[in-house]
């Protein structure tokens, strides 16, 4: 078995982070090289591998590449792990490829044992990956043609003085798929216990139902989940769907995880609703699982982050200077420059502070 299709979900809209998972089971004969993933990245999207894991055996590692297009034409990035090192199946390493253009997963085994499910010991791993798109400054990096837009932001901010002079400004935390720099309300898990009563994809259980509030950007942050107590022919598979359950759009394999002992990370923005679901081959119970999310403020920096502009509030005195101010935030997310540290200048260039003492008065 090689990882679903599914296993790739675009962000929501450009500019989108996202922290993803994609773990299988996968026959791995003798003195082989397996491919569990080869692909190319879609759009201008990048790819960087944050995490790896397996199941400790002698004379098999992880093999995970990225293909990047450059000024100096294609480079590829490639790293090895000796699963051996890993102190067991619950302990990923932190990996480090990336790519623009395609990347690759395989298992290389040096030994003579076959791990196939003929055996019932059929390989086991797993990768955390991060998916972003590319900005306008990671474009001029890697001598990517850009838009008469794109160019127009190119000159907006100077962005020739980094590229040229082969500096990098700090990337702002808004470009991480974590909760860095964000306004979070709460953070929470929900814990169940839940039975796959009935075989195939068309009986799923409901495992959790989320309706975001219209203030709020709700963030699923960890998954753990207990696939390694059921057999790989079970393939217990949890779903998550969107838009009231019209749009699957990520589907994870447990076999291929730790247990219910190992958190590990997610970071998928959820604007609306969401539904995950479990679905098996054959009938399963207690199925242990705890999925880790924040609710964040939908703030204008929000909001400019996932291109909501007809959220932003219009019917009062200072509608002028809110949606000018989305709109530079907008222009700061494409082109790739700082964001958080750019505030105080993007409430400035607007008039923020003289429209709020206008507003202040009026208001008397």
């Known amino acids: 078995m090689t990882v679903d299709k599914r296993y790739l979900p675009l962000p929501p809209v450009r500019h989108a982070p996202m922290q993803l998972l994609a773990g299988t089971h996968l026959d791995v004969p003798g003195d082989s090289r397996t491919t569990v993933l080869d692909d190319r990245v879609g759009g201008e999207q990048r790819i960087d591998f944050t995490l790896a894991g397996g199941r400790p055996e002698p004379q098999v590692s992880l093999e995970l590449s990225g293909t ?21 199946f619950a302990d990923p390493i932190e990996a480090g490829p990336t790519a623009t253009g395609s990347f690759s997963w395989r298992v290389r085994n040096r030994s003579s044992t076959d791990y196939t499910q003929a055996t019932n ?22 001598g990517y043609p850009i838009t008469e837009a794109e ?10 003085r980094y590229t040229r002079f082969s500096l990098v400004p700090s990337r702002d935390e808004f470009y991480a798929p974590n909760l860095e720099g964000k306004s979070v309300i709460a953070e929470q898990a929900h814990v169940d216990t839940f039975d796959v009563q009935q075989a195939g994809e068309g009986n799923r259980a409901t495992v959790l139902d989320l309706d975001v509030h219209p203030e709020e950007v709700v963030y699923i942050t960890g998954v753990a989940i207990n696939g ?3 057999a790989p022919g079970d393939n217990l598979t949890l779903t998550f769907t969107r838009n009231n359950g019209a749009e699957e759009f990520y589907r ?29 081959n054959s009938p399963v ?21 996932y291109g909501l502009s007809g959220e932003v509030k219009s019917d009062d005195r200072l509608a002028g200077v809110r949606t000018d101010a989305y709109e530079m935030v907008r222009e700061l997310i494409e082109a790739g420059v700082p964001i958080n540290s750019n505030i105080p200048t993007v409430l400035d260039d607007v008039g923020a502070a003289e429209a709020l003492r206008r507003n202040t008065i009026r208001g008397r």
Not at 151 to 160: A, C, H, I, N, S
Not at 285 to 305: F, G, P, W
């Open 121 to 142: 010991s059929a390989y086991q791993t797993f990768i955390g990956y991060a998916v972003s798109q590319l900005t306008v400054l990671d474009k001029l990096r890697l």
């Open 151 to 160: 160019d127009r932001l190119r000159e907006k901010f100077q962005l020739d």
């Open 285 to 305: 119970s207690n199925v242990d699982i705890q999925i880790e999310y924040a609710r964040v403020h939908r703030t204008l920096t929000e909001k400019a982050l």
């Open 252 to 280: 994870m394999e447990t076999i291929g995880f730790p247990g219910i002992e190992e958190t590990l990370p997610l970071h998928i923005p959820i604007l609306s609703d969401l539904t995950v679901g479990a679905f098996a």
């Open 68 to 88: 990047s297009r450059t000024t100096g034409g294609e480079a590829t990035d490639s790293a090895s792990y000796e699963t051996t090192a890993f102190s067991g």
């Open 228 to 230: 390694q107590d059921y």
